[in-house]
C-alpha cells in the first residue's frame, strides 16, 4: 500500500524537509547553503528544482521489483556522494539532466504509473527530499498510487529520513564500506559507516522485511544492496555481520558482481579491475556463513 499517511500531514513533512534546505542539511555533509534561493554551492551542486536525467520503466532490478511490467524508474542527476568508480557518473557527477519543477516531476510519477510499473523507484534521490515530496502531494491529488522505492547510497541524515517514514514502502539502499578510510578515499564520504548502518537500522525501524504480494511483488520492506568491489576493498565480512546481528538474519541482500572500473578507476591500480570469481566466491560464502539466505546473488561473469 503506497503512502500511509493523510496528504495534511505529507503538507507538514514538506514544510520540515523545505526548511531543511535553507542551510541545507538534506544529508549528512550538512553544507549550509541557501538551496530555497537556488544556491548551488554545496557539495552534491543542486539548488532548488530536482534534476532528472531520465525516467521509464526498468527491467534490471531485483525481481520483486521489475516483476512483469517494469519498475518505474526515476534517476536524478548529482549525488552526495563522489564515487570515483561510478559507473553513471555523467549523471551522478556531471550533472547531465533536466531541471523539473514539483508539478513537472508529479507528471513524471503519474506517467509511470500509467504505463503499468509496478512501483515508483526513486534512483539516488538524497539530496532532492523535499523537491520529490512536493511531487508526490501533487501526484496524489491524481490519483498517484503506486509504491515508492527509495533507492540510495545509504548515505542519508536521521531527520531527512523520519520525514520519509509512512511515505516510502521499500527502502533499497547500498552498504559500500565497513572501512571509512575507503570511504573517504574512493567515494569522499566522512563517517560513511557509522552513518549508513544507522540508517539501514532507521530504515529497516519503518518497513521491517520484504512483503510480497501473491504475485511476488514487493509490497513494502527493506533489501540491502551489496556491490562487492575487488580487493576486499567493500568490507563484505562485517557488513553481514553487521545485518545479521543488528539488522535481521532475515533481511533480503543484493549481493552484486558488476563492478567494473569506470570514470576515474584507473588512477587507482585497486579498482583497475574487475572482481574475480574467487573474491566474489567468498563474499557469497560470507552472506552464507552469517545465515543471511535471503535475496539474491548476481552471476560472476568470469
Ligand atoms: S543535499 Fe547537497 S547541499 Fe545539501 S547537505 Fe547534502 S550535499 Fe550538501
Keep these: 500500500m503506497a503512502i500511509a499517511i493523510t496528504q495534511k500531514e505529507l503538507a507538514e513533512r514538506i514544510d520540515s524537509a523545505y526548511g531543511l534546505l535553507e542551510q541545507c542539511r538534506i544529508c549528512p555533509r ?29 527491467f534490471g532490478e531485483e525481481p520483486p521489483l521489475t516483476g512483469t511490467k ?5 534517476f536524478f542527476a548529482n549525488c552526495s556522494l563522489r564515487c570515483l568508480y561510478c559507473q553513471n557518473y ?23 504509473q500509467e ?3 509496478h512501483n515508483l523507484n526513486l534512483v539516488t534521490p538524497t539530496h532532492f527530499m523535499p523537491q520529490i515530496l512536493k511531487a508526490l502531494f501533487v501526484a496524489r491529488e491524481r490519483e498517484f498510487r503506486l509504491p515508492v522505492v527509495w ?7 536521521q531527520e531527512s529520513l523520519r520525514l520519509l517514514e509512512g511515505i516510502v514502502d521499500i527502502y533499497l539502499p547500498d552498504m559500500r564500506y565497513s572501512d571509512d578510510r575507503y ?4 567515494s569522499l564520504a566522512s563517517k560513511y559507516a557509522e552513518v549508513n548502518r544507522a540508517a539501514v537500522k532507521e530504515m529497516y525501524r519503518q518497513v521491517g522485511d520484504l512483503v510480497v504480494d501473491e504475485d511476488g511483488i514487493a509490497l513494502h520492506g527493506l533489501i540491502v544492496r551489496h556491490l562487492v568491489l575487488p580487493e576486499d576493498l567493500s568490507g563484505t565480512e562485517d557488513v553481514m555481520g553487521f545485518l545479521s546481528r543488528r539488522v535481521s538474519k532475515k533481511v533480503h ?10 570514470y ?7 579498482l583497475a579491475r574487475k572482481v574475480t570469481a574467487k573474491e566474489f566466491g567468498e563474499a557469497h560464502r560470507i552472506m552464507e556463513r552469517y545465515g543471511l539466505e535471503n535475496g539474491w546473488v548476481q552471476e560472476h561473469d568470469g
Design 115 to 117: 504505463q503499468g510499473c
Design 151 to 157: 533507492n540510495s547510497s545509504g548515505y542519508e541524515s
Design 70 to 74: 517494469g519498475s518505474g524508474t526515476v
Design 30 to 58: 550538512e553544507c549550509g547553503v541557501n538551496r530555497q534561493q537556488d544556491d548551488r554551492l554545496g557539495f552534491c551542486s543542486s539548488g532548488l528544482n530536482a534534476k532528472v536525467a531520465s525516467v521509464s520503466p526498468h
Design 253 to 262: 541482500v543484493s549481493l552484486m558482481a558488476q563492478y567494473f572500473p569506470s
Design 90 to 112: 555523467p549523471i551522478s557527477q556531471l550533472g547531465n539532466g533536466v531541471e523539473r519543477t514539483p508539478g513537472e516531476l508529479a507528471c513524471q510519477m503519474i506517467w509511470l
Design 183 to 186: 570511504a573517504m578515499k574512493y
Design 264 to 270: 576515474r578507476a584507473a588512477e587507482h591500480p585497486e
